[in-house]
């Protein structure tokens, strides 16, 4: 008979890390404490879920496990997370390289994981909340409320993090992993939106936009990246926040001062063809009003708000906007900068930065504190950029620890 392995936590990273284990002869048990199985992978890029990407590299990963990733990588790819969905009958659709299910549908890469799970007769429990993980050498007791103690030759930790806690995640499997003696790398909401001190988020909220955003702490240029920028009435969202979110929580953590300047027109070029634009634009449009100046620069009521800023009247002729007020508006263009006060909670955060220090866990994702205990998943200190990276690590991690964890 196979050894007996207790999967905790049935979200992408467990239901791979329980086939994987399954196929190489393991007895599988999985313990979730939802009503059913995968639950936040319904959600992920949505509903339609962007499970990996072509662009693959270390380089997209932040946190301790950053330095996991080509090894853990190396035994379970993009190319090899390809073949497997294929093979469970998952045809794919590859956009610009972002990966995703052919279907259009969330429902068909958990729906794909939990036929194999039926296949492999892997026993799942659902409403399974695990409690307690305890030791008794060599074995494991796992204990989950009504489903009483049973006992495992090895247990794979795949609860998650903190992030969208109410698909399940909410943090538990960190308590469970620190009973076992791991340290936890504290934890903040990442790919988030960032709430911003300024009072003129209102005028522009539901504005989207195009623009290079550049994330500074303590007064230094950290990150950038650029994007659809969307405008909230608390702050600002989208992919290019979402890509500086990470930093800019740790930075608030640690109580510095965080800005994002932001380019509105990211596609200017050089100082001087920039210098050449603003000149033809003033002299063309020196007869209409500041109103009709910006109208077509920017979007309407950004072009509005930064008049007010640079303290131009809209009816104010072009021509008669004195140089001081034209360099300011040009400024104001190319570098508006808004204060970050906070992020936006775990709830609306898509994953979780912080977790278990990997410095404790082996290339195989096994601890180096209690042997045949694994990790998978968020519930590692790892996060990666938005665009598949998340879910690339769910499956490889899943697959590294299950198929380790099972002794293949
Ligand atoms: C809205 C949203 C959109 C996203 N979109 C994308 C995307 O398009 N692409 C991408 O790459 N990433 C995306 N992500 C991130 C990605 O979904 C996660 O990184 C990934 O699902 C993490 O998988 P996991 O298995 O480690 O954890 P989870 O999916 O969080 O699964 C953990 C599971 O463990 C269970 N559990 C926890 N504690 C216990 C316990 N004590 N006992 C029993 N069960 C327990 C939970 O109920 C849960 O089902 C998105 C996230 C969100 C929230």
């Not at 995703?100 to 036929?115: E, N």
Request: with cysteine; hydrophobic share 40%; glycine share 10%.
């Amino acid at each position: 008979m196979g050894r007996r392995i207790a999967v905790i936590g049935a979200g992408a990273a467990g239901m791979t890390a329980a086939i994987w284990a399954a196929r190489a002869g393991a007895q599988v048990t999985v313990y979730e404490r939802n009503d059913r199985v995968g639950k936040k992978l319904l959600s992920t890029g949505n509903g339609r879920c962007n499970f990996s990407n072509e662009r693959m590299s270390a380089a997209c990963y932040r946190g301790s496990g950053a330095a996991l990733v080509d090894a853990v990588y190396a035994g379970f790819d993009v190319r090899r997370t390809k073949e497997f969905f294929e093979e469970l009958g998952m045809r794919i659709k590859d956009r610009d390289g972002y990966l995703y299910p052919a279907s259009g549908q969330a429902a068909t890469v958990l729906d794909v994981l939990r036929y194999e799970m039926k296949r492999l007769a892997v026993d799942v429990h659902t409403c399974a909340q695990v409690t307690a993980v305890q030791v008794k050498r060599p074995r494991f007791s796992v204990e989950a409320g009504e489903d009483g103690r049973e006992t495992y030759d090895a247990v794979i930790l795949a609860c998650g993090g903190r992030a969208a806690p109410g698909t399940g995640s909410d943090g538990q499997g960190f308590r469970l992993a620190k009973m076992l003696g791991h340290h936890i790398v504290p934890t903040v909401p990442a790919l988030v939106a960032l709430r911003c001190r300024e009072d003129f988020f209102r005028r522009v909220a539901g504005v989207r936009c195009e623009a290079k955003l550049t994330l500074y702490i303590d007064g230094r240029a950290v990150c950038a990246d650029t994007g659809e920028l969307q405008w909230t009435d608390y702050g600002i969202s989208g992919i290019p926040v979402f890509q500086l979110s990470r930093e800019a929580a740790y930075a608030l953590r640690d109580k510095r001062s965080v800005t994002v300047e932001i380019d509105l027109l990211p596609d200017l070029g050089d100082a001087a063809a920039e210098r050449r634009f603003w000149e033809q634009r003033w002299e063309r449009q020196e007869g209409q009003t500041a109103e009709q100046f910006v109208t077509g620069l920017v979007n309407k009521k950004l072009g509005l708000l930064l008049l007010k800023l640079a303290g131009i009247r809209e009816s104010e002729r072009a021509a008669d906007v004195p140089a001081s007020g034209r360099r300011k508006l040009e400024k104001l263009c190319r570098c508006l900068t808004v204060t970050v006060q906070g992020t936006n909670p775990f709830e609306q955060a898509q994953v979780c930065a912080g977790g278990v220090d990997c410095a404790e866990v082996t290339e195989t994702l096994e601890s180096r504190i209690v042997p045949q205990l694994y990790f998978a998943g968020e519930i590692l200190d790892i996060d990666g950029i938005c665009g598949g990276y998340n879910l690339q690590w769910a499956w490889s991690s899943g697959a590294a620890a299950g198929r380790a964890a099972a002794g293949a």
